[in-house]
Every structure is written in structure tokens, then in C-alpha cells.
């Protein structure tokens, strides 16, 4: 059985027709994929930011996150748009459970700095439950995870969603990785790039050609496959074909990323 993560980016969930789009594309697979969509939402996060009045700023990608934005971010992304794509899989007869990594201890945080920072509730991941998502591949179940987690202090941490596909991809032996975002691929002077190796990542970031939410996903990506993970891809999304096209024959329409 192959173990397929999809991680889809905040801004791709509100394109329209994707998420039908994702639910015909994970409906069209055969029976030996075991499809998990793990989901940011970014865009939501700071659209309800907004509403609320309140400021937020980020380092290197991860948002700083005090106690009320946890509770914002719990609340969208556990919430809205866990069951925004839950609904609309199964609209395409897709069997489909939406958790967050609170449920079930899917996810045990701990506190993440970044760049020797304390960020507030951010965290990073300690250990992943693998045995609760046995549960849905026994079901055949199609699990949708929120990346909110709950530390092992009790408190509740906001996860960037790169690093939870990718931890849940590494606890898992997962075969694939696809990284779903709002750009065709990684973009370095303005061409894409087909193929990125794991030592170049760093590089990449110091000399400013990767900045913001790509950082995570890169530094995600190269954990995946030093750890074992066979095939990590970064793409956008074109239509119903673009989940098969990315699996066959590992090809992407993206970027590849190698060690
Ligand atoms: N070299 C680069 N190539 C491509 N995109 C880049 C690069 N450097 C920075 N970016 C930015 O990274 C963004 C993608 O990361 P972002 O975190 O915004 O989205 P996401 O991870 O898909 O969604 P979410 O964070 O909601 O899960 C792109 O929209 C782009 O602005
Ligand atoms: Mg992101």
C-alpha cells in the first residue's frame, strides 16, 4: 500500500473548484494509495486576524502567536476549514474524517523558537500517534488533518502545516509527499525549478531566493528525504488529473526535491 501525503496551502483551498477538483483526484486512485490531506489556511487565519483587529507579524515563515491567536487559529483551521474540505470530498463520494493533531494525540508539541526566538504557541512536533491513523487506513477512511496540536504541557500549539505533513510523512514511511501551494513550483530568478537538492536548501535561504512560507516547506521537504521518504514534490494545482500526474511514474509538473 502506498502512503500518500497532500498537504494543501491556504490559498489553494479558496481556489475555486479545487477542492471537488481534489476530491475527484483522490476518488480516481486506485485502491493500493492510502491518501491523507493535511491542510494550512494561511489566507483564513489572517482574514479572521483582520476581522479581530489584530496584529501579527512573522520569523522566517512561522507566525508569532500569542494565547488569543492560538485560539483563532484553533478555531479556523480545526474548525472552518477542516470540515470546508471534508465537505467537499465527500461531495465526490470520497470517505472522508477531518482531526486536527489534538484529536486522538495525533501530534505531541512542543515549543518551537525560531532563529532563537520564543514565537509564543508554536510548536514543532515530538512524536505522532501512527497507530490512530492505522485506525482510518483499516476503515478506509480518507484522513483530513488540521495541524493544530497539543503540547505535552497541555496547551494547545499552532503547527505550520509543512512540518505536520511532513512529520506525519517520516512516522509513516509515507511513498510521496506533494506539497500543493499557490505557485508552480520553487521560483529562483524568476524561472522554476525542476529539481532541488537537500544541500542547497540552506544556501537558497541565505542568499534571499527563498523567503517566507517557502522556507518551511524547503527545510520540511529535505527532512522527508534525509529520513526516508521516497518522493517529495512542490506544485501547484491544475485540475482533476494533477494528483495521478504526480504519482505515476513520479513526475511532477513542479519541483522535485532530491538528496
Ligand atoms: N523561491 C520561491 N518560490 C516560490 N514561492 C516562494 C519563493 N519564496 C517565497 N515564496 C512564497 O511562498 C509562498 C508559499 O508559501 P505559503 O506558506 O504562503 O503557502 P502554503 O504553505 O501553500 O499555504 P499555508 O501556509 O496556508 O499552508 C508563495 O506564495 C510565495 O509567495
Ligand atoms: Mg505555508
Not at 77 to 93: F, P, T
Request: charged residues 20%; negative net charge; proline residues 2%.
Amino acid at each position: 500500500m502506498n502512503t500518500v501525503i497532500i498537504k494543501i496551502g491556504g490559498s489553494t483551498i479558496d481556489a475555486r473548484g479545487l477542492l471537488s477538483e481534489l476530491g475527484q483526484s483522490i476518488g480516481m486512485l486506485s485502491e493500493d494509495n492510502f491518501p491523507i490531506v493535511v491542510h494550512g489556511g494561511g489566507k483564513d487565519i489572517a482574514k479572521q486576524l483582520d476581522l479581530l483587529n489584530k496584529e501579527f507579524t512573522f520569523v522566517e515563515g512561522m507566525r508569532v502567536t500569542d494565547a488569543e491567536t492560538v485560539n483563532v487559529v484553533q478555531m479556523v483551521l480545526s474548525g472552518d476549514v477542516n470540515k470546508r474540505i471534508v465537505n467537499a470530498l465527500l461531495g465526490e463520494n470520497v470517505p472522508a474524517a477531518g482531526i486536527s493533531g489534538v484529536d486522538g494525540g495525533l501530534f505531541t508539541a512542543s515549543k518551537m523558537l525560531q532563529k532563537q526566538q520564543d514565537i509564543g504557541f508554536v510548536g514543532k512536533i515530538e512524536q505522532v500517534n501512527t497507530a490512530f491513523i492505522d485506525l482510518f487506513k483499516s476503515a478506509r477512511l480518507v484522513p483530513v488533518v488540521s495541524p493544530v496540536s497539543r503540547g505535552s504541557d497541555g496547551a494547545i500549539y499552532n503547527v505550520n502545516a509543512d512540518l505536520a505533513a511532513s512529520e506525519l510523512a517520516m512516522a509513516l514511511n509515507a511513498d510521496d509527499l506533494i506539497f500543493v501551494s499557490d505557485v508552480p513550483g520553487v521560483m529562483i530568478d524568476d524561472e522554476m525549478r525542476r529539481q532541488i537538492h537537500t544541500d542547497e536548501i540552506e544556501e537558497l535561504i541565505a542568499a534571499g531566493h527563498i523567503t517566507g512560507g517557502m522556507i518551511p516547506k524547503l527545510r520540511s521537504s529535505a527532512d522527508a528525504i534525509r529520513k526516508g521518504v521516497t518522493r517529495v514534490h512542490i506544485c501547484g494545482w491544475h485540475n482533476s488529473e494533477t494528483l495521478r500526474n504526480e504519482l505515476t511514474g513520479g513526475e511532477t509538473a513542479g519541483t522535485v526535491i532530491h538528496g
